[in-house]
């Protein structure tokens, strides 16, 4: 399969190494397997033993090697390793796409605080960490490209997943922010704001029994994960992947104020 994506993965700069975090399933397995089926090389990583069989099934499929890290980056040591292999490759480094999260569900003061704080490690300092720790060698070749999932709970309060929607919309504006001191350098950051997607995030958060996981339709993570990597490909600032309902959504919401949205917005995560 080819096409624009293709042509500019090859074009458009020196990097041929990516980095992809939360990569064993979901949106970051699917973006992972678009940068190995344009013939790059991708460090996959996650905390799931699953990752090694993720790059290894990509590896055998796609145009570029995939090779597993197995790390917590919601630990600094984790980070501190995920970095120190991607430094030990031969290859220049050209893309980051910063995609593992995780949510807490519940009222907040029912959630243990070591869940919420988890997701803070792992959302928004993990995220800063490691964009700290690679943008340095994206900079030196005068070109890269950084993803940063974030998710249209950026836009709202988030009842019973208020960690996780504050978490979204740090990282949202973070990347917004971080492209704009990088602007001219040949480096730009992209924020992907995801609707629902059909992946094992709700289970993994225990959410199942919410509206939002049982009625709410879901994009398909193969289909977030290749608009979000042509629009990182391009440069663009932000998007809503998947499908048009969800952008419409988007642009209704937040037309509304913020005690409303949080209001009808508990009425889908109780």
């Known amino acids: 399969m080819s096409g624009p994506a293709d042509d500019r993965a090859r074009s458009a700069g020196p990097g041929r190494l990516a980095v992809v975090t939360g990569a064993s399933t979901g949106i970051g397995l699917e973006l992972a397997r678009c940068l190995s089926r344009d013939g790059w090389t991708v460090v996959a990583a996650a905390d799931e033993e699953r990752i090694h069989d993720t790059a290894r099934e990509l590896s055998a499929e796609g145009r570029g090697h995939v090779q597993a890290v197995q790390t917590d980056l919601a630990t600094r040591e984790g980070v501190d390793a995920l970095a120190r292999e991607v ?51 994206l900079l030196a070749h005068g070109w890269g490209r950084v993803l940063v999932t974030s998710s249209v709970a950026s836009a709202a309060p988030g009842p019973h997943q208020a960690t996780y929607d504050a978490s979204k919309a740090f990282v949202h504006t973070y990347a917004l922010a971080v492209r704009e001191e990088l602007r001219g350098t040949g480096v730009t950051v992209t924020s992907a704001r995801p609707g629902p997607v059909d992946t094992p995030f709700f289970a993994r958060a225990g959410m199942l029994r919410t509206r939002l996981a049982s009625s709410t339709p879901k994009d398909s993570p193969e289909t977030v994960a290749r608009d979000a990597y042509e629009a990182m490909l391009d440069g663009r600032a932000t998007l809503v992947p998947g499908s048009s309902l969800v952008r419409v959504q988007d642009t209704a919401t937040r037309l509304l104020p913020d005690p409303l949205r949080a209001r009808l917005l508990a009425r889908f995560t109780r």
């Open 87 to 137: 430094a030990g490759r031969s290859e220049t480094l050209g893309a980051v796409v910063l995609n593992a999260g995780a949510a807490a569900h519940g009222r907040s003061d029912e959630v243990p605080l070591g869940d919420d704080l988890r997701v803070v490690d792992l959302n928004v300092r993990g995220v800063v960490h490691l964009l700290k720790l690679l943008l340095p060698d």
